[in-house]
């Protein structure tokens, strides 16, 4: 079956310190691949996606790159800053499944000034 | 464009009631999801609606039920309210729901059961 396996957190960082969270993926067929950040008391709002193997996503200094050797989507950012504080979900979608999301249980990020 | 409206933000019933919650995607798509967010169980699919058919269905008991309109606005109700049932309900939607497209997230209603 379908499933994501994500860092536990929380997270706390020092501005412009290098940010990296692991995702791991175990899917039944060819999944797309995503990364949403939730801020307090908000939806989810989609960071970055990559549709395909060797593909990168990025978006605001964060990038992700779908590695299919070693299923993973770990996610980076080379200077954070405390506005990235946040909790950030990776998830998969896979056609042999319909267009359900698989979340993640979510990283907590905390950048203190 | 706007966004993914959910309505009512925030709700507070008792158990053995029954709730509707309602979710107007973004215009233009005909794809709408749900998605329960629990601190214990994170974020899980409950169903999706596609030109007002269900086509996908998580692993919910059949409390949890919904419906889409021809506008694409979707309804989703849960009857006899548990306490369990308390949680974050988000909508998604997306264009077609292809797999490898965006789901757009509305604010979410958070539902707390008394």
């Known amino acids: 079956g379908n499933s994501v396996t994500q860092m536990e957190g929380p997270v706390t960082l020092s501005e412009e310190a290098f940010l990296t969270i692991n995702c791991t993926y175990t899917a039944t067929g060819y999944p797309s691949l995503f990364w949403y950040v939730q801020y307090p008391g908000e939806g989810l709002q989609l960071l970055l996606k990559a549709t395909k193997a060797d593909d990168k996503g990025s978006n605001k200094g964060f990038e992700a790159t779908y590695r299919k050797e070693t299923t993973s989507f770990h996610l980076e950012k080379g200077s954070v800053q405390v506005s990235d504080s946040a909790v950030y979900f990776c998830a998969l979608s896979d056609a042999l499944t319909g267009n359900q999301f698989y979340f993640g249980t979510g990283t907590s990020l905390t950048v203190i000034p | 464009k706007a966004g993914v409206t959910q309505t009512p933000r925030y709700l507070i019933k008792t158990r053995g009631q029954q709730v509707t919650l309602s979710c107007s995607p973004i215009?233009?798509?005909?794809?709408v999801s749900w998605y329960q967010q629990t601190p214990g169980q994170g974020l899980q699919f409950l169903f999706e609606?596609?030109?007002?058919?269900?086509?996908n269905k998580g692993n919910f008991p059949g409390r949890f039920s919904g419906r889409q309109f021809s506008n694409s606005r979707s309804e989703m109700n849960v009857s006899t309210l548990e306490l369990g049932d308390s949680a974050l309900y988000l909508c998604a939607s997306s264009l077609v729901g292809g797999a490898s497209e965006t789901q757009y997230f509305g604010p979410g209603t958070r539902l707390l059961v008394l």
């Open positions: 215009s233009g798509h005909r794809s």
């Open positions: 609606y596609f030109s007002e058919t269900q086509r």
